[in-house]
C-alpha cells in the first residue's frame, strides 16, 4: 500500500492529487449507484466491466498523465490567451456549477424516491460534468523564468497543455454515460425505432427474394406460422455493448481523436448490422423450420454470436487504423493523444 502511495505521488502535484482522489469517490459513488441496474437490467450487465476497464486504462496512460503534469508546469507551458482563455474558464465554471446542481438534484431524488432511472442518470451526469472541469481547474500551473521575462506561450485553446491533460481523461469519466440507464422515455422511443427498423428491412429482404412474408407491426407472417419481434430483439443491447467495447478499444489503441470518433461510430454501425442479420437468420430458421425451432438455444446463440462477432469486427478494424497512422501521418502528427 505503502509503495503504491509513492508511486501515485511521485511527479503529481498535491492539488492534482487531491483532485484525483475526489475524483475516484465521485466515480466510486457512481458506480454503487449504477449497480443496481446492471444487476436488474441484462442491457446493461456490460456495467460490472467498466470500473475494470477504466482503472486498465488510467493505469495504462499514467505514464502519459504524469508527462502532461510535468509539461503543464514546465517553464512557458503554453496557454490559450485572449478570448479562447476566457471562453474556457466560463466553459469550466458553467460546467461545474451545472454538474454540481445535477448531481445534487439526483442525489435527493434517490433519496426520497430509491433508485430510478431519472436520478441515476442525473447523478451520472451531473458526476461527469463536475471531474473533468475539475482537473482541468486544478492542473498545475506553468512555472516562471528565474529571470521573470519569460512566461506562458500564447496559443490556442485545444494546444492549451491543461487541457490536453484533462483530454487524457476524457474515457475513464465519459465512458459512465454508456452504463447509466437511460430515462424510460428514451429507452422506450429507441427500441421502437429499432424495432421497425428490423422488421421493416427483414420483410423488404424476403419480399426480394421472393419469399411470401407479411408484415403486421411487429409480427412476421410467415407460411409455417407467425414470428414476432420483441423488445429484446431491437438491438438496443447489443448497441450498448458495443458502444461501450468501441469506446474501451479506442481508448485503448488509438491515439488520433477523429480515429477514435470513427471506431466508436463503426462499433454502432457493426451493431445494427450485425442484429439485422442475426434477424434475418433466425426469420429464415424459422421460414424453414417453424416458429418453435428458433425457440431457447438457436434464439440466444444468436444473441451472442451478435456480440462476438461486433467485436472481432473491430479488432479487424484496428490495424488499418494503425497502418493508416503510420504510412499516412507525419511525424510531427504522430504525437501520442488522448
Not at 37 to 50: I, N, Q
Not at 120 to 134: F, K, Q, R, S, V
Not at 262 to 291: E, K
Not at 315 to 333: E, H, K, T, Y
Amino acid at each position: 500500500m505503502i509503495s503504491a502511495w509513492k508511486t501515485f505521488s511521485a511527479g503529481v502535484p498535491a492539488t492534482f492529487r487531491w483532485a484525483l482522489l475526489l475524483a475516484a469517490g465521485f466515480l466510486a459513488f457512481v458506480a454503487w449507484d449504477q449497480s443496481h441496474w446492471w444487476r436488474v437490467k441484462e442491457d446493461y450487465s456490460f456495467g460490472w466491466l467498466v470500473p475494470l476497464f477504466v482503472a486498465f486504462v488510467v493505469h495504462d496512460r499514467w505514464p502519459k498523465i504524469t508527462a502532461a503534469l510535468a509539461a503543464c508546469a514546465a517553464d512557458g507551458s503554453p496557454r490559450a490567451t485572449g478570448w479562447q482563455k476566457w471562453l474556457l474558464r466560463i466553459l469550466a465554471g458553467a460546467a461545474l456549477l451545472c454538474g454540481a446542481l445535477m448531481f445534487l438534484l439526483g442525489s435527493f431524488y434517490r433519496a426520497g424516491a430509491g433508485t430510478s432511472q431519472p436520478g441515476t442518470l442525473a447523478i451520472t451526469l451531473g458526476a461527469c460534468a463536475i471531474l473533468l472541469p475539475l482537473l482541468f481547474v486544478n492542473a498545475p500551473d506553468a512555472a516562471q523564468a528565474a529571470s521573470g521575462k519569460a512566461g506562458p506561450s500564447p496559443v490556442g485553446m485545444f494546444a492549451d497543455e491543461r487541457v490536453r491533460l484533462t483530454a487524457l481523461f476524457l474515457f475513464p469519466v465519459l465512458v459512465w454515460l454508456v452504463s447509466a440507464p437511460m430515462v424510460s422515455a428514451i429507452e422506450t422511443q429507441l427500441n421502437l425505432a429499432l424495432l421497425r427498423y428490423i422488421v421493416t428491412t427483414v420483410a423488404f429482404v424476403f419480399d426480394l427474394l421472393g419469399l411470401p412474408l407479411e408484415q403486421q407491426g411487429n409480427v412476421l407472417a410467415l407460411p409455417t406460422g407467425h414470428v414476432g419481434v420483441e423488445d429484446a430483439c431491437s438491438g438496443i443491447r447489443s448497441l450498448t455493448g458495443c458502444l461501450f467495447a468501441g469506446s474501451f478499444l479506442a481508448a485503448v489503441f488509438l491515439e488520433k481523436l477523429w480515429k477514435k470518433i470513427a471506431l466508436v461510430f463503426a462499433a454502432l454501425g457493426l451493431a445494427l448490422l450485425t442484429n439485422l442479420a442475426r434477424s434475418l437468420f433466425l426469420t429464415g430458421w424459422a421460414y424453414r423450420y417453424g416458429p418453435a425451432a428458433i425457440e431457447g438455444t438457436v434464439h440466444d446463440a444468436a444473441g451472442y454470436a451478435v456480440l462476438g462477432l461486433t467485436v472481432v469486427g473491430l479488432l479487424c478494424l484496428l490495424p488499418i487504423f494503425n497502418l493508416r497512422l503510420a504510412v499516412g501521418d507525419s511525424p510531427a502528427d504522430a504525437r501520442p493523444r488522448p
